[in-house]
């Protein structure tokens, strides 16, 4: 299915401009009139990450007019193995300027807006309101599914893309372009139960990959603001790196759809950490009382040297996080251990357990198996490895 051009053309291009953008103006497809039109669309793209990088620099380059850039972190050393937006003099930079400059240096005639806020509830419809399509670049649920919502109820068309490992997804969902184009929802009525699907920073991502599918949402984003060809919408792509194959599949418009079927019950925005869970309720439960700061570990195994307590510090990270940094003293069990209940037998049932991972997440999903199993007195540590390192061991790397 085509569709009409989202922008209207701009009233002339420079000299200047005829001259930068002379490989686009000799497409036939694409000529003086979808050059105009790139000239006078705005587009946002939600995060200067994995994603964000590829994808700002080649709208850049494209000569969209206005970029908006949606971005509230700083630039570490670990994002510059994918973000490629980003340099290393930008190390520790606001993302969005490091973006911003990287964009002007691309192409100077770009008009970049920068919203260095976090996208919430309270800005989101603000923000999106005044954009012709919106690039999703974030890596969580929560954000994701706002955006959905907030694009659906202003009517924006939107591009969204992931990527986890070797595997990439991406397609447009635009339910005011056509009553059968489905949305997120459609897609994915309901967030993953709260660590089931590892974010990057708990998985890993090839650094490429987040270029393969970042130029995929480009070249859907120009398509849609031209006019040209046949976007993803109720298409998905799916990308394996490692068999290198790309499968496109169909995503048909669901009539129960929570927000754009027959029968919506979603007409606002909602609490969407509460819909997507920082943690299950079982492990939320299980963590109540029972969590330590890495200051309280750090006592805690002040005294154990001097054998005046005794518990078993357990890591819940897979191997090789475990290579990477570690809490010295700990042991390690990978959370697959306690799911399937192997890890509970290698457990002392006369010594205290402190479990922990990288972020509190997973610790808590073990706290909350541990507890179940009868170990009362099982603690998990709040914010993991990378609280650990921050405050009391910044000699470790972090990842
Ligand atoms: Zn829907």
Known sequence: MSFPPLVEPADELTIDEVRRYSRH??????????QKRLKNA???????????SPALLYLAAAGVGTLGIAEFDEVDESNLQRQIIHGQSDVGKSKAVSAKESVAETNPLV???????????DNVMEIFRGYDLIVDGTDNFATRYMVNDAAYLLGIPYVWGSIYRFDGQASVFAPSLSADAPCYRCLYPEPPPPGMVPSCAEGGVLGVLCASIGSIQVNEAIKLLTGIGEPLVGKLMIYDALEMEYRKLKVRKDPNCALCGENATVSELIDYD???????????????????????????????????????LVDVREPNEYEINRIPGSVLIPKGEFLNGNALGELPSDKQIVLQCKSGVRSAECLAIVKGAGFSDAVHVGGGVVAWVSQIDPSQPVY
């Open 25 to 34: 103006l000799i497409i036939p497809d694409v000529g003086m009139a979808g």
């Open 42 to 52: 705005k587009v946002l793209v939600i995060g200067a990450g994995g994603l964000g």
């Open 111 to 121: 008009n970049v807006v920068l919203h260095e806020g976090r996208l919430d509830n």
């Open 274 to 312: 509460a819909f997507c869970g920082a943690v299950s309720d079982e492990a939320a439960e299980a963590a109540v009382g029972s969590t330590i700061s890495v200051k309280q570990l750090d006592e805690m195994l002040k005294e154990r040297e001097a054998g005046e307590r005794d518990f078993v």
